[in-house]
């Protein structure tokens, strides 16, 4: 037990110095107007007393098709992670015992099923949308 406590510290550990990172923040002079005008799309000129040019920004189905598989993907493969994570806890916990063992498996080897299929299927999405649009 005490190893496993051991191992499961030194891994959340490593997790957090690989997440954490300095911050950097540059000094910038404020604008609110250009800030608000290319906050909202637009292009702010500062010559002639500083003017805003809105171009309306629009999104065809395709774009918004495609946004939404990548973003389906991003979500399916953390998903994915943290199911082969789990796996490989229980895996590591099982202790020898044969039916924790293939719970584990059975664990890591559906979440690599899910994500191959998830990758098949976000094909799938995208040569539908450039053949078709």
Known sequence: MKKQLLLLSALLLIGLASV???ITVSAKQLNPERDLCTGS??????????????KE????????LGTATEVLLFLVGIIAVIMILIGGFKY??????QSAVNSAKTTIISAIIGLIIAFVAYAIVNFVLVELF
């Open 41 to 54: 799309g637009g292009t702010y000129s500062s010559g002639g007393g500083g003017k805003c040019t809105n």
């Open 20 to 22: 954490t990172s300095p």
């Open 57 to 64: 920004t629009t999104s065809t189905v395709p774009e918004l």
């Open 92 to 97: 590591a916990t099982s202790g020898g015992d």
